[in-house]
């Protein structure tokens, strides 16, 4: 682990790097990740809460779901790895690109200045009739399911199975992947596409990748490095 680290640390000295995060980064902050038996909530799977067809069915169950998320992620920090983030991308400018599946906003209050977000903001809600957007951080939200002015049922604005990820950050993501030398992956099962496929692109275009996770993943195949351990412990010997 020592001498991946040190070869590691001095890459990211001077290589164009991606960082691509999933919930586990935020996991020492207390948020639950997705998968595992921590992830389920009242039994339900994110594969059945987190889709347009729960949401027409049940809008309260969902925002039930969460706004027990928002409230946990109202009352925690940002931890030791998201804040290295942040300082890694300080001495890099120009040539780091944060990309993370995450919606919880925890990479913005480490310090990091521009994350791409590929499956939205939790912050965030998008009207389903008018398809305003609006700010909210309100945790509990009251009432619920919240509604727009127009009427309609606010949902967030966040990408469940079967949506698109936004057009821009797509883009900014598979460019920064196709570009990058170093592409660490950084708590995530890499089992969500098109998010996971991200991996390969970068390892096709010549990226030397990093996998910092606990338990194996399918991006280990892909990786030059594989440091098993939490996010928050690594990533501050990185600097
Ligand atoms: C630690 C740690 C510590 C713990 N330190 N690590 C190709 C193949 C197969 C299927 C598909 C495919 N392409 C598309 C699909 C379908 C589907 C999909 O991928 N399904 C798979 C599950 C099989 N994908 C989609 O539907 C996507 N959309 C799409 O394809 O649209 C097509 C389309 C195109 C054009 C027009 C219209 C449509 C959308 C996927 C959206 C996913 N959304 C969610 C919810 C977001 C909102 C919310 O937060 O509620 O995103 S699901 C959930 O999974 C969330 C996450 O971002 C995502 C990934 O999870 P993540 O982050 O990896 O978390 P976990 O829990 O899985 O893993 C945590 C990891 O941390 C573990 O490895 C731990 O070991 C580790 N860990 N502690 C470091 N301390
Ligand atoms: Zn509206």
Redesign the pocket.
């Known amino acids: 682990m020592e001498d991946s680290l040190g070869l590691l640390r001095s890459s990211l000295g001077t290589a164009r790097c991606v960082a691509f995060t ?4 935020s ?2 902050s207390g948020v639950p ?4 038996t921590q ?1 389920l909530w009242r039994s339900f799977s ?2 059945k809460l ?1 889709t347009p067809e729960a949401f027409a069915e049940d809008p309260r169950l969902v925002w039930e779901w969460y706004d027990w998320r928002r409230q946990i992620i109202s009352q925690v920090k940002p931890n030791p790895g998201h804040r290295a983030l942040a300082e890694i991308e300080r001495r890099a400018p120009g040539r780091f690109t944060l990309v993370t ?3 919880d906003g925890l990479h913005d209050r480490a310090g990091s200045r521009h994350p791409v977000k590929l ?2 903001d ?1 912050w965030q809600l998008r009207c389903t009739g008018c398809a305003a957007e609006i700010r909210n951080e309100q945790a509990p939200l009251e009432p619920l399911p919240p509604r727009c002015p127009c009427g309609a049922f606010l949902r967030p604005a ?7 990820i936004p057009e821009d950050a797509w883009e900014q993501a598979f460019e920064a992947a196709t570009q990058a030398q170093v592409f660490l992956v ?9 998010a996971a496929g991200l991996v390969a692109v970068a390892r096709k275009s010549g990226a030397r990748v990093a996998v ?4 194996p ?1 399918p991006a280990d195949e892909l990786a030059e490095w594989v440091l098993r351990g ?3 412990q690594i990533l501050p010997r990185l600097l």
Do not use: C, K, M
């Not at 966040?158 to 698109?164: L, P, Q, T």
């Open positions: 999933g919930a586990g980064i996991a020492e990740t997705f998968r595992g992830g994110p594969e987190a599946q995450n919606v499956h939205g939790i966040v990408v469940w199975f079967g949506e698109a950084i708590g995530t099962s890499v089992t969500v596409y098109p910092l996770n606990p338990d993943t939490p996010a928050g």
